[in-house]
């Protein structure tokens, strides 16, 4: 098998598994809200919340220097991967004491404190099996990663399922089935890592110092982004309590599963905008502006059709309880479509060798996203921190526009947008008028009007499919 091929059966090894990990992961979810009510749910997502933090300190960017230092010395893999250990090893300890350290000097009901409690746990198996993760990667071997994945997704939910509908129990037997499970998964990721390499713990200082040196400015973007994507959690937390997170999680887990829409387009694109950048401008306006087209043409209904029916998911999902969801969910649709905009930009700065740009735009993202929810908290609750999230997606696109036109002299393809938002305005008008009948009929309804109106404003050139039957190319080939 050519390296082409290996990487496209990864790609597509990896996404698959992902789609099938979300998909799970959100049915849990949805029984989960509805059984645990908006408080207890809050209780839950603020647990994970807090541990994302901790998760860091675990790696602090070693990860993504491990995968390099393995891809171009793979004959010395034992002993890289063996003083790897030993910093993980080190990270996860400290990660363990800080969290239980933290939580307990902070004014937490007694609950909430053991749940984190047993949480930890959870951190310390998750911190190893990514670790086997980054050898997969490495040796190109993403089906070593899916599997105990899966498996230990479908352990988790089965065993919750059933401690939701048949033992009716709790949330403590909830969290202890999910560290049950996580553990499951490090065992398995072991075991499937001894085929590859066996480490080799011989203390290599001059090696430890290098590792080290080279992760940290990933770990700094990485603490960036755990503050950018998990402060909303904490901050509603410590300012207005657990059913406000609960309401917030509820809207933010049914939009959060559409991020992969986005990743799969750009996967398939971004090896061909990289090639681009050093053969031909040309191409990579076309490219990048093809990355803009189908962008909309995929997110933008999804936006506007979740916007106006809202009021009809929300109650189907969740039940009546969570109505105070409908809200928060028609702000942060718009905080994906936002998002996936801003990642055609990150692909194209990426792809140009100006990631240092996106780097920045990402902090600014975070320096910002504090204050904002510091202050819209206090008076919207959990619909401030969506309007903050929004507010922040907006601020990150500005400063990826701005890096882009003054580095790359590129404009923002308004022009290509006309088509898609006139086809999703007259979807939006369809909707309005029937959104009170079937909501499954009305959805299929809806997606046959806009594709419908698609065709007939000649949305789609002979051009965008060639390129874009290009692109995929690099799966065809699997």
């Known amino acids: 098998m050519t390296i082409v091929q290996k990487i496209a059966k990864n790609t597509g090894i990896f996404f698959a598994g992902n789609i099938a990990f979300k998909l799970i992961s959100t049915i849990v979810i949805i029984y989960l809200a509805r059984y645990l009510g908006t408080a207890g749910f809050g209780k839950y997502s603020f647990v994970f919340a807090y541990i994302a933090f901790f998760n860091i300190v675990t790696d602090l960017g070693l990860q ?63 911190s190893f099996s990514d670790f086997y993760a980054t050898i997969f990667q490495a040796n190109l071997r993403m089906e070593y990663n899916v599997i105990p994945k899966i498996t230990s997704r479908l352990i988790s939910a089965g065993l919750i399922l059933w401690v939701i509908l048949v033992l009716k129990g709790s949330l403590t037997q909830i969290f202890l089935i999910i560290v049950f499970s996580e553990s499951v998964k490090t065992l398995l990721s072991y075991i499937f890592s001894r085929k590859l390499v066996h480490a080799k713990f011989e203390i290599d200082f001059g ?69 681009s950048f050093q053969t031909s401008e040309e191409r990579l306006v076309k490219i990048y502006k093809l990355s803009f087209k189908y962008i909309l043409i995929i997110m933008l209904p999804i936006a506007v059709g979740t916007t106006i029916i809202a009021d009809k998911i929300i109650p189907l999902v969740y039940t009546a309880k969570y109505i105070s969801s409908i809200t928060p969910l028609q702000i942060l649709i718009w905080a994906l479509l936002l998002a996936s905009i801003n990642a055609i930009m990150v692909n194209l700065l990426v792809s140009s060798n100006n ?42 696109l500005g400063a990826n526009i701005y890096f882009i036109s003054k580095y790359l002299q590129f404009s ?34 809806a997606i046959l009007v806009y594709f419908a109106t698609l065709l007939i404003m000649r949305t789609f050139s002979d051009e965008d499919i060639n390129i874009f039957k290009r692109a995929l190319y690099f799966f065809k080939r699997s």
């Open 207 to 275: 090696l430890l110092k290098f590792l080290i040196k080279e992760s940290l400015p990933l770990a700094i973007f990485s603490v960036i982004s755990v503050i950018h994507f998990r402060t909303d959690i904490i901050m509603l937390s410590l300012i207005v309590g657990d059913a406000p997170v609960g309401i917030y999680s509820a809207a933010y887990s049914l939009s959060n599963p559409l991020t992969l829409i986005p990743s799969a387009i750009l996967i398939s694109l971004f090896p061909i905008m990289s090639e």
């Open 412 to 445: 923002p393809p308004l022009s290509i947008s006309t088509k898609p938002l006139s086809c999703a305005f007259l979807m939006g008008l369809f909707l309005c008028g029937v959104k009170n009948f079937n909501i499954i009929l009305v959805i299929f309804s």
């Open 64 to 126: 993504q220097i491990l995968v390099r230092e393995l891809s171009r010395n793979p004959l010395d893999a034992p002993k890289i991967v063996g003083n790897a250990y030993l910093i993980r090893i080190t990270l996860t300890i400290l990660a363990f004491i800080a969290s239980i350290a933290v939580i307990s000097f902070l004014q937490y009901p007694e609950d909430t404190k053991k749940y984190v409690y047993i949480a930890t746990f959870y951190l310390i198996f998750i």
């Open 355 to 396: 990631q240092r740009l996106s780097t920045i735009s990402v902090t600014l993202g975070a320096l910002i996203n504090i204050p904002l929810n510091l202050v819209l908290i206090p008076i919207w609750s959990y619909n401030g921190a969506a309007i903050a999230t929004v507010i922040t997606k907006v601020m990150i």
